[in-house]
């Protein structure tokens, strides 16, 4: 074990996860007070208890806390590896307070599967059922394969880099590639124990074709004049979730989504590799700048 990681081993941090799921899959009508005391900021005022008591007796409300309560009866490994994770981010950032921990169901709500909101962690058990849970039919293939559970930890470190990562103020493509380039530079730092893939939600073939590829990909954004574009068709078809990145040439079926993403990372981490910064600078560090630092070479 390095210095760095022998003192982030060291750093105390106490994990307290509060399974909401379990209490509102136990609730009753007469115990729901309860519950809004405990839990205040999971019940928006503007709904009647009412809505609460029909929810507990819906048929699908009770299938997702059958399942919950199936694949998730401890939460001990997702513990483990949040007080890994607090522990890298009390050792970057010691400034920010370690939140609560809370899990809860949320209508497969995949948009957010992980929530951090000031003192708060919210995860959504019911997007973490596995790719082959039944109560997923219907789910497009490139949604479903990140409802594993080994993608808890890495995608909580991705809610908490969002809180420290302005969002981009130029509309260009290289600045939004950027943007995410620092998101995922910082689950490098924040879960180094996470692989690549889990950090990027790529199965581990999807990966090897984003490096076995990573100088086309970058000779075609250049060829094609598309860095400084500020056409927002490029997000989606380079940067946002999708079945794949849209070339439109035949290679498309078998690109993995979100390539830009994939680069964006890379030049972060090759301006980071060449450059004497703090992880602060470079996160208010502006796009261009980070990519002229970079001197990015693609990977052959």
């Known amino acids: ?4 990681a022998a003192e982030i081993a060291q750093i105390p941090v106490e994990v307290e996860i509060s399974r909401f799921d379990q209490r509102f899959a136990r609730a009753t009508a007469d115990s729901l007070g309860t519950l809004k005391g405990d839990f205040p900021y999971l019940f928006p005022r503007q709904f009647p208890d009412s809505v609460w008591v029909e929810k507990m007796q819906d048929t699908i409300q009770l299938e997702l806390n059958a399942a919950v309560a199936q694949e998730f009866p401890e939460l ?23 939140p609560k921990v809370v ?22 058990l019911d997007t973490y059922l596995g790719v ?5 039919d219907g789910v497009q293939e490139y949604i479903r394969k990140n409802f594993r559970k080994e993608l808890i930890v890495p995608h ?21 590639m950027v943007y995410y380039g620092k ?23 999807e990966l090897d074709w984003a490096e076995a590829n990573e100088e086309q990909i970058w000779r075609y954004f250049v060829e094609n004049e598309l860095l400084y574009s500020t056409d927002s068709d490029l997000y989606t078809r380079f940067l946002y979730p999708a ?11 078998e690109a993995p989504a979100r390539l ?39 990977n052959k």
């Open 260 to 298: 830009g993403q994939f680069l964006g990372w890379q030049i972060v981490r090759q301006y980071m590799g060449k450059n004497e910064v703090s992880i602060r600078e470079m996160i208010a560090q502006d796009a261009e700048t980070i990519f002229n630092k970079s001197n990015y070479k693609p």
């Open 183 to 205: 998101l995922l530079y910082l689950k490098d730092l924040l879960v180094p124990f996470k692989t690549d893939a889990e950090k990027m939600d790529f199965s581990s073939e």
């Open 1 to 4: 074990m390095d210095e760095r």
């Open 156 to 176: 909580a470190a991705g809610a908490f880099a969002e809180t420290v990562v302005p969002r981009p103020n130029s509309r260009s493509f290289l600045a939004h």
């Open 243 to 253: 079945p794949f990145s849209k070339f439109y040439l035949e290679l498309d079926n």
């Open 76 to 98: 001990e490994s997702t513990k483990l590896g949040l007080e890994r994770l607090f522990q890298h981010v009390k050792y970057y950032f010691p400034e920010v307070e370690i």
């Open 132 to 136: 082959e849970n039944p109560l997923y």
């Open 103 to 124: 899990t809860l169901t949320s209508d497969v709500d995949y948009r957010n599967q992980v929530v951090w909101a000031d003192s708060l962690l919210l995860i959504s």
